[in-house]
């Protein structure tokens, strides 16, 4: 007889390799039984056998090509249909393959079904379905050019900055329902993206990329400790929080009634 977790049922997108096979296994390593979707069904068969071996979980696996709006569909219907799902990782994703100017549109709307539309749709879906049972857990991979897109190919960095405020957005949504939610803002990591594209993480400065298990157990402890946002890299959290002050503070003068001085508009008449 197959025995379930009693942790529940962690369904990751992009588990077949990188990132997402790394949580994987660290989720395994807790209990978490798995549903693993991703493309290559050749490694999703072998990541079902090692981990369903090693760690006496059970392991599911869903072929899906998230760029397809069937495909995603068909996720979607998991989430809602297994209850045993209590944590969902959004992670599937695709880098950029070179400089926004000469870039191939095409290519750049398959990286916005796949970074934007499905992992909107799946987030958000999952936001629905946990709240309605009270319970469970969402992980939005996004990454830290979310805060620095001067420095990045731009739809990339959009994508992933569409992460960062869809996650912080439905934090405020999720307070108080039971149902937790975190993005995690990698920088470099070390995985398959880059060549993926014809490129290469190898002429990089090396203390700039991560170890994708040191990316993931860094990102785990972050999400024990209950952070909405965790970059694994950042020794002074205090630059995050100064970050929120300065948005905080910007909060009172981002909506009102008249244009601002400078902009040669009619002020109201101080009392
Ligand atoms: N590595 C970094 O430096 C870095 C930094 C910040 C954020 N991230 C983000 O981390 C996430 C994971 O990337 P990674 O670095 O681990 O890269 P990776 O090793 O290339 O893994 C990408 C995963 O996404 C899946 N995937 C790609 N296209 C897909 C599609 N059309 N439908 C379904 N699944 C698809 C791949 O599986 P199949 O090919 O089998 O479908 C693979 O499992 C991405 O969202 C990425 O943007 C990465």
């Keep these: 007889m197959e025995m379930s977790s009693t942790l529940g049922t962690a369904l990751i997108t992009g588990a077949s390799s990188g990132i997402g096979s790394v949580y994987a296994d660290r989720l395994a390593r807790r209990g978490y039984d798995l549903v693993l979707v991703a493309r290559d069904r050749e490694r999703l068969t072998a990541a079902k056998s090692r981990l369903s071996a090693q760690y006496c979980i059970s392991v599911d696996t869903l072929e899906a090509d998230l760029v397809e709006r069937s495909d995603v569909l068909k996720v979607e219907e998991r989430l809602r249909s297994d209850p045993a799902i209590v944590l969902f990782v959004n992670n599937a ?3 950029p393959n070179g400089p926004l100017l000469s870039n191939d549109l095409d290519y750049l709307d398959r990286m916005v079904a796949l970074n934007v539309v499905a992992a909107n749709r799946l987030a958000v879906a999952a936001a629905q379905i946990f709240v309605a049972r009270k319970a469970g857990a969402i992980i939005n991979t996004a990454s830290v050019v979310a ?3 001067e420095i990045f190919n731009g739809t990339y960095s959009g994508t992933k900055a569409f992460m960062l405020s869809l996650t912080e957005s439905l934090a405020a949504d999720l307070k108080d329902t039971g149902v ?6 990698p920088g470099l990591t070390r995985t398959e993206i880059f060549d993926r594209v014809g490129s290469s993480m190898d002429n990089l400065n090396p203390d700039m990329v991560m170890e994708a298990t040191d990316m993931v157990d860094a990102a785990l402890a972050g999400f024990d400790q209950g ?3 965790t970059i694994p890299s950042l020794s002074d959290a205090g630059l995050l929080d100064s970050l929120h002050a300065a948005r905080t503070a910007l909060g009172p003068h981002l909506s ?10 009619p002020q109201s008449i101080a009392s």
């Excluded at 937790?180 to 803002?185: E, G, K, S, T």
């Excluded at 009102?256 to 508009?265: E, T």
Aim: proline share 8%; glycine share 12%; hydrophobic share 50%.
């Design 93 to 95: 994703g695709v880098g």
């Design 147 to 149: 805060l620095a897109p």
């Design 180 to 185: 937790r939610i975190q993005a995690i803002l």
């Design 227 to 229: 952070e909405v946002l």
């Design 256 to 265: 009102l009634k008249n244009p601002a001085a400078r902009y040669g508009a």
